[in-house]
Every structure is written in structure tokens, then in C-alpha cells.
């Protein structure tokens, strides 16, 4: 299965996805094949490194077309920092890297954020692979081209807009995720589905089990579609100045409960609970049915994801961190809000008062 990104139908920055299972040794012939390059600098993090050591030799060092060297970052959100990218940053220097170089990030979102920015300034740029292993990375961080680190004031501070020359999806990752970056990751999936298809929301109510179980099939479709309704947002608005908010569903109060808990909270864990808020604030305002409403907050439920997090912080810090994250403007705050499962608007202005009866509910 590959799904196509065309950028400003400028064939230089269009790239695919490649969505399969068992698909990741296909890597060891598609790079010399497709980019030839003089060599490859596999970036990854400890964990996966320890678990996927075995195919890390098969597929990158083996090559007899280039050499390839791997550097690995201690696993974890820590590594998304200056002092990591730094020092990533010198590795990759000493390699002597040229302009045809080929950066690979092997792993989850931090992987992919911080080597998919390090490409973006190495040389002036680049070009990178995302290879994606965990949910979040495969249906949201690897697409789209979102790159940054974290600063001690907040999350991803400092970052670019920088598109990958290919992403390769392989599902199968998938079974060794511990099962919190499992249910983390699933509260991606669950979002998507909600702004942009109602028919795939449908799906996932009826194949609960499969999920619960890792159902290779039931992920496959599932990854499938949340990458295909992310990357036709991306096409039509790159950098965010319209449609490509309505992926920050549930982001606006997730942000803020991260934030709340010193980044504690899983992201996917915090999404979930502003999913159920946002849904909330939408039902309030008259345009979400209660049947939505409610089909949103069992489908939560049921992957464990509605856990009443925010019940820990107030709901005056949360809405201070809501407003350091997002511009206001003296009638309220713009939110991403559904009118119904599969349809979701941007810029809607909401009050104060409105939002925190939908939190505190
Ligand atoms: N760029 C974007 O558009 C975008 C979008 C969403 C999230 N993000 C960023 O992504 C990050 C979160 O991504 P994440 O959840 O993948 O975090 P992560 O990269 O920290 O991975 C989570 C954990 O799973 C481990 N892991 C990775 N793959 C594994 C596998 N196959 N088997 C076993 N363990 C595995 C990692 O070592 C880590 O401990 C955050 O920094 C977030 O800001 C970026």
C-alpha cells in the first residue's frame, strides 16, 4: 500500500509512504536504488537499538553500495533537548556528511522530530527517511514534516517545516511496543477518525477486540487510513495556516494537561481527556448531538483512555497554560471543534466560561 504526499505539485518535495507489514528489510534495496547516496547515518534511540539490533545489521550496515553508520540517543522525551541535539549534531559532523548523505530516523516521534530537524540544518539540509515504530510516530510524527526539540519553557519551541524523502511504515513494529505507548498511541488514531471519517470511526467501534489485541490486520487498516487522512490535510495546507488546525483536536486542552503535569502525562493520554473536553465544549455550543457525544466517550472508555486525568488540576491552570499556547483574542480562544463525528471546523472562538464548564463536567 503507499499513499502519495504531492507539496505545491512541486515533484522535488513530493515523497511516499510506504504502509506494509514486514516491509522494513525492502529498505536495503529502495535507498541505493532511489537515492544512491554516499552514506547513510541511521540515527535511533536505546530501546530500539536493544530490540531491533539484529535487523539495524541487516538492513543498514550490510550495504555494500555505501557505508552506514548508526548513532543512538538515549530513549525517552529527555532526548528531544538542545544538549542532546547538540551533541547528535557533532556525531554527525564527524562523519563528514555531504549533500548527498542520507540521515535515517529509526524509531518513535522523538527519533523522528529531533534527526528530521537535525536534517533540516545540517548543510542547510538534507535528505532524510522516517521509519516510523511506534503508533504516534507512524500516523502522526513521521508525516507531515513537523521537526523541533523541546526547551525547558515548553515543547517543540524550536523546530522546522521540513518533508522527508520517504517514509516507510512497517505495522509489525507495532508488537513490541510496551502497552502504555500502545494506548498512548491510540488516542491518535481514535482523533483522526473523529475529525475526518465517520465510516473508519465505524470501524473502530466494531473491531474493538482486534485492537485491544494488536489484530495485525485491524491495525494495518487502521494506520492506513489515520496516515491517508493526515497527509491529504498536510497537502493542502503545509504550514498550518487553515485546515491543517483541525489536526489539533483535543490539542488545545491535551497541551495544557501535559503541560499542567510536567509533561508526565502521556501526550496520547492528555489528547484523549481534551478530545472528551472539546467534544464536550462542541455539544455545549449546540453542535455536537449527544448520540456523537457519547459514542466518542465509550470508544475512550473502551481502550482505556478516558481516565478523568484533568480531575488533578484545576481548571484556572489549565486555562493559563491555554493561553500561553495559543493566541486569544478579546471574544475568547480559537479551538479545532467538531459538528459531528467526521467534520471538524477551525478557529472557533469560545469563552472562558464555556470551556470550563465543559472541563470541569
Ligand atoms: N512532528 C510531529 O508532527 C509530531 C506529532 C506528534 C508527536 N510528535 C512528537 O513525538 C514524540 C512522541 O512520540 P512517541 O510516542 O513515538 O515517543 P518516543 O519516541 O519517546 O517512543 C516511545 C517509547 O517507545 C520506545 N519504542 C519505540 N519504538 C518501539 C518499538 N517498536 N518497540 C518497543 N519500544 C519502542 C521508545 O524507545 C520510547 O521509550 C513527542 O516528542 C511529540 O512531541 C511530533
Redesign the pocket.
Known amino acids: 500500500m503507499e499513499i502519495k504526499v504531492n507539496l505545491n505539485k512541486r515533484s522535488d518535495r513530493t515523497y511516499k509512504i510506504q504502509i506494509g507489514r514486514k516491509d522494513f528489510s525492502s529498505l536495503k534495496k529502495l535507498i541505493p536504488q532511489k537515492f544512491a547516496p554516499d552514506k547513510c547515518i541511521v540515527v535511533t534511540?536505546?530501546?530500539?537499538k536493544r530490540?531491533?539490533n539484529s535487523e539495524i545489521k541487516a538492513v543498514f550496515l550490510s550495504s555494500k553500495e555505501h557505508r552506514s553508520f548508526v548513532i543512538t540517543i538515549p530513549?525517552?522525551?529527555k532526548?528531544?533537548s538542545q544538549k542532546v541535539r547538540d551533541k547528535l549534531e557533532r556525531e554527525i559532523i564527524k562523519l563528514n556528511p555531504s549533500r548527498q548523505s542520507l540521515l535515517i530516523a529509526f524509531?518513535?516521534?522523538?527519533?523522528?522530530?529531533i534527526a528530521?530537524f537535525l536534517a533540516s540544518t545540517i548543510l542547510r539540509g538534507i535528505k532524510y527517511i522516517q521509519v516510523?515504530?511506534?503508533?504516534?510516530?507512524q500516523v502522526?510524527?513521521?508525516?507531515?514534516?513537523?521537526?523541533?526539540i523541546?526547551l525547558p519553557e515548553s515543547?517543540?519551541l524550536i523546530?522546522t517545516i521540513y518533508q522527508p524523502a520517504h517514509v516507510q511504515i512497517d505495522i509489525d513494529?507495532?508488537?513490541?511496543?510496551?502497552e502504555e505507548?500502545y494506548f498512548?498511541?491510540l488516542a491518535?488514531i481514535v482523533k483522526s477518525f473523529i475529525i475526518a471519517d465517520e465510516k473508519a470511526f465505524g470501524y473502530l467501534e466494531k473491531n474493538i477486540n482486534g485492537l485491544l489485541k494488536r489484530n495485525p490486520q485491524t491495525l494495518q487498516y487502521c494506520i492506513k487510513q489515520s496516515v491517508g487522512i493526515k497527509s491529504k490535510i498536510v497537502e493542502q495546507d503545509e504550514n498550518e495556516t487553515g485546515l491543517r488546525k483541525i489536526l489539533n483536536f483535543g490539542h488545545t486542552v491535551g497541551h495544557a494537561i501535559e503541560a499542567c503535569s510536567n509533561y508526565r502525562v502521556?501526550?496520547?493520554f492528555a489528547v484523549a481527556e481534551g478530545i472528551l473536553v472539546e467534544a464536550q465544549i462542541s455539544n455545549q455550543l449546540g453542535k455536537l448531538s449527544e448520540n456523537d457525544l457519547q459514542r466518542i466517550k465509550n470508544i475512550l472508555e473502551k481502550f482505556g483512555l478516558s481516565k478523568n486525568i484533568r480531575r488533578k488540576y484545576d481548571f484556572n491552570s489549565i486555562w493559563k497554560k491555554i493561553l500561553f499556547d495559543k493566541k486569544k483574542n478579546k471574544n475568547g480562544v480559537g479551538f479545532s471543534l467538531i459538528s459531528k463525528i467526521g467534520k471538524c471546523e477551525y478557529n472557533i472562538l469560545v469563552e472562558r466560561y464555556v470551556v470550563k464548564s465543559a472541563y470541569n463536567k
Not at 45 to 48: A, I, M, P
Not at 132 to 137: L, R
Request: hydrophobic residues 20%; negative net charge; proline residues 4%.
Open positions: 534511540d536505546s530501546n530500539v530490540i531491533y530513549a525517552g522525551e532526548s528531544k524509531g518513535g516521534g522523538v527519533v523522528g522530530d528530521g516510523p515504530t511506534t503508533i504516534i510516530s502522526d510524527s513521521s508525516v507531515g514534516g513537523k521537526t523541533g523541546n515543547k517543540n523546530g513494529f507495532i508488537q513490541t511496543l510496551p505507548e498512548n498511541g491518535e502521556k501526550h496520547g
